[in-house]
């Protein structure tokens, strides 16, 4: 008889010689089924609390704060999932979302690696003002981008650019960590040597374990470099492989990134369902993201009325929430790369622009429901929060 799929799950066989022995010896669940609420939460809280137990400097650019909770506990995740932190700086309450780059397979802390951003808000407080000790909160793990035994090859091929790296870190350090039966080929893409991410830590991890393969692309190489330099093309991936079937692709990186090396697996027959993208935040010049109308500029002023509330002033190329963190209003927010759903608000009048990709349901684009972490105001609006 064929097995069903939820058989095939980890830890099957062992709930059901659990129902068995407790079937047979009376074993009272009761005061635990009265209760479920407290077992989700400890699954999947809404809130957790941790102190920063640790800094360390990666690169120039480049930090990871180790959180230990302050209960002591943490829940599971998958590597590659990301939790999100809740920050006020200055007048401003905001979110952002970071990969957790430590192992799963260990439960004292979480480990984010933050970049320096041009101007960003929340990464150059993170680099510059966070210190040991200092609370910090954070949602619980969320995300999909992550490997599924039952539907994805064992040999993984990672193309990772800059800080796309963080995923891919947690992934390698758990397939070493427990020995696990999975291939894992990361191609690295960074401006230069002296600020790429792990550089260090992964080449000693590739050349202990027969199963990561590490493979730094540098754009800008120095004279005497001898690694791959250039961009992740497609020639390089097929030069670098033996062949390209059974293998799963997962990309995380900027924006730029993808509009380059999609098209590249493309070229080489990649299918579609064998492709896995991270979600990476809202575009940093949305002016240059194909389908934006060229007769509206990025800092061109927009009104946005809040029904029952006030006039905000925004402009074209500031995401939605953006304009209502600063005004001081606080929708929920999680991803804030248009897949979550969580800070959609409802569009009255005027219309945004929102980047092919931003996952709105039918339902909510029927009744006019939008992203606000990746709509863009292309005139006067009217939201309802």
């Not at 939790?83 to 401003?92: M, S, V, W």
Request: net charge negative.
């Amino acid at each position: 008889m064929k097995k069903m799929i939820f058989e095939e799950f980890d830890g099957y066989s062992d709930i059901v010689e659990e129902i068995a022995v407790s079937r047979k010896y009376g074993i009272d669940y009761t005061e635990k089924k009265d209760s479920p609420d407290q077992y989700i939460n400890l699954l999947h809280p809404q809130r957790l609390e941790f102190h920063v137990s640790d800094i360390f400097q990666e690169t120039p650019s480049t930090k990871t704060l180790r959180l230990v909770a302050t209960n002591q506990y943490l829940p599971p995740f998958q590597a590659g999932q990301y939790i999100t932190l809740f920050l006020e700086i200055g007048k401003i309450r905001t979110t952002r979302p970071y990969s957790i780059s430590s192992a799963p397979n260990q439960t004292g802390y979480y480990d984010v690696t933050v970049r320096r951003v041009e101007g960003g808000l929340v990464s150059n407080y993170l680099l510059d003002e966070v210190v040991k000790g200092q609370i910090i909160e954070s949602s619980g793990p969320a995300g999909n981008f992550y490997f599924n035994p039952l539907f994805h090859d064992r040999q993984m091929i990672c193309l990772a650019g800059g800080s796309g790296i963080t995923p891919f870190m947690s992934m390698i350090r758990e397939v070493v960590d427990r020995g696990l039966d999975r291939s894992i080929y990361l191609f690295h893409g960074n401006k230069d040597l002296d600020d790429v991410i792990f550089h260090e830590t992964l080449n000693t991890i590739s050349k202990r374990s027969k199963n990561i393969h590490y493979l730094p692309v540098i754009e800008n190489s120095e004279e005497g470099y001898q690694g791959q330099s250039g961009l992740i093309t497609g020639s390089l991936i097929k030069e670098t492989l033996d062949h390209l079937e059974d293998k799963t692709f997962y990309l995380c990186g900027p924006q730029e990134m993808y509009w380059f090396c999609i098209p590249e697996l493309e070229k080489l027959g990649i299918p579609a369902r064998k492709i896995r993208k991270e979600v990476y935040g809202p575009p940093a010049r949305i002016s240059d993201y194909p389908g934006w109308p060229q007769e509206i500029k990025a800092q061109d002023p927009v009104a946005i009325k809040i029904k029952g509330h006030k006039i905000l002033e925004g402009r074209a190329g500031e995401p939605l929430l953006v304009t209502l963190e600063k005004a001081g209003l606080v929708p929920p927010s999680l991803c804030r790369s248009g897949e979550c759903s969580l800070c959609r608000v409802k569009l009255l009048s005027g219309k945004v622009f929102q980047p092919p990709g931003a996952l709105v349901r039918k339902s909510d684009a029927q009744f006019g429901y939008v992203h606000s972490c990746v709509s863009y105001p292309l005139e006067d609006l009217e939201v309802l929060i």
